[in-house]
Antibody
Framework: QVQLVQSGAEVKKPGASVKVSCKAS????????ISWVRQAPGQGPEWMGW????????DYAQKVQGRVTVTSDTSTSTAYMELRSLRFDDTAVYYC?????????????WGQGTMVTVSS | DIQMTQSPSSLSASVGDRVTITCRAS??????LNWFQQKTGKAPKLLIY?????QSGVPSRFSGSGFGTDFTLTISSLQPEDFAC???????????FGGGTKVEI
């Protein structure tokens, strides 16, 4: 079946980096994009970035641009999101999601989420 | 960025009620509007895309309407499994979400 499986929870110190993976299965990886969305505790979702698995084109939210990089590996059908210079307010659940068209045009499948905690 | 304003932020309803949630964009977004349902501890679930298209597998009691700046999500007859938080999201430009509407008993 179609699914996205993310890597496990992470605890990082301020200033560190985190890299979350998202492995796709059950569909043709290069026919879709992947968006990354985070959700801080008790808050609504926030879009962070998008990658086309077809050609590697990317788009990022201005709020995290310069600190975030989204990549994909078509040989393993896996997308990655790296966030650098972590701050306390980066503590959130990070989701990957399958995306038709451009960023968040139609997101119909989500990963299970990865909790990233930034703590000293 | 385009601001998305949802109302109400929460509502109390009973099984069988008709529920309407509204979402207003700070500028015209054509029909580039999606609705998600989220339950505690789970990822969001797509209900409606392109303002009014029902996502496959979603019950027909959910419907969406609107164009430009004003949109609505309607649940025609609330079921026990519908108690959740609902978010609108625009994809006209840099994606943004509304603040959410919590539907409670």
């Amino acid at each position: 079946q179609v699914q996205l499986v993310q890597s496990g929870a992470e605890v990082k110190k301020p200033g560190a980096s985190v890299k979350v993976s998202c492995k796709a299965s059950g569909y043709s990886f290069t026919n879709y994009g992947i968006s990354w969305v985070r959700q801080a505790p008790g808050q609504g979702p926030e879009w962070m970035g998008w990658i086309s698995a077809y050609n590697g084109n990317t788009d990022y939210a201005q709020k995290v641009q310069g600190r975030v990089t989204v990549t994909s590996d078509t040989s393993t059908s896996t997308a990655y999101m790296e966030l650098r210079s972590l701050r306390f307010d980066d503590t959130a659940v990070y989701y990957c999601a399958r995306d038709s068209g451009g960023a968040m045009v139609k997101v119909d499948m989500w990963g299970q989420g990865t909790m990233v905690t930034v703590s000293s | 960025d385009i601001q998305m304003t949802q109302s109400p932020s929460s509502l109390s309803a009973s099984v069988g009620d008709r529920v309407t949630i509204t979402c207003r964009a700070s500028q015209s977004i054509s029909s580039n509007l999606n609705w998600f349902q989220q339950k505690t501890g789970k990822a969001p679930k797509l209900l409606i895309y392109s303002a009014s298209s029902l996502q496959s597998g979603v019950p027909s009691r959910f419907s969406g309407s609107g164009f430009g700046t004003d949109f609505t999500l309607t649940i025609s007859s609330l079921q026990p499994e519908d108690f959740a938080c609902y978010y609108c999201q625009q994809s006209y430009s840099t994606p943004t979400f509304g603040g959410g509407t919590k539907v409670e008993i």
